[in-house]
């Protein structure tokens, strides 16, 4: 049960690496894969985890060989979060930035599309601020997946 069948230090080998992968296929999968799960990205995120499950542990079921694997990614990520804290560089490349799709009443569809935002979501976000797309002043796909409306100032 506590006995590992591989040296201690490939469990975190494994961790390390598996987390940077799917750091990476994360982050290139978009914004709205971070921010607003639908059911089907929530079901992608269920089989990701489940298909990485075999080449964290490299077939050991030990508790000590979870354990490991569990306080690795655990630091892996409390690491990330200080570096991205002290760089904005990093956190740019692993956060992302906002992304302005509207201003002015007017939707940039070939940047929506880029970002693989659909009308009705932008839509939705407009409703959700109570904002007319006519008195919209900005519109912005945030880098943790949500939109933000910007209303036009009363003159």
């Not at 935002?117 to 407009?126: F, H, N, T, V």
């Amino acid at each position: 049960m506590f006995d590992i069948d591989l040296p201690w230090w490939e469990f975190v080998l494994r961790g390390a690496i598996v987390y940077c992968a799917l750091l990476v296929l994360v982050r290139v999968s978009g914004k709205r894969t971070v921010g607003q799960f639908t059911p089907f990205d929530l079901l992608v995120v269920m089989l990701l985890s489940e298909s990485v499950s075999n080449s964290l542990s490299g077939g050991d079921d030990s508790i000590t060989g979870g354990l490991l694997i569990a306080g690795t990614l655990v630091a892996l990520n409390i690491t990330m979060a200080a570096l991205s804290a002290r760089s904005p560089k990093l956190a740019k490349l692993i956060d992302g930035e906002s992304v302005l799709i509207g201003r002015d009443g007017k939707i940039f569809y070939d940047v929506a599309k880029r970002s693989r935002i659909a009308e009705s979501d932008i839509e939705q976000a407009l409703r959700e601020a109570d904002v007319e797309l006519s008195e919209a002043r900005c519109i912005f796909l945030e880098a943790d997946g949500t939109i933000t409306v910007l209303k036009k100032r009363d003159t």
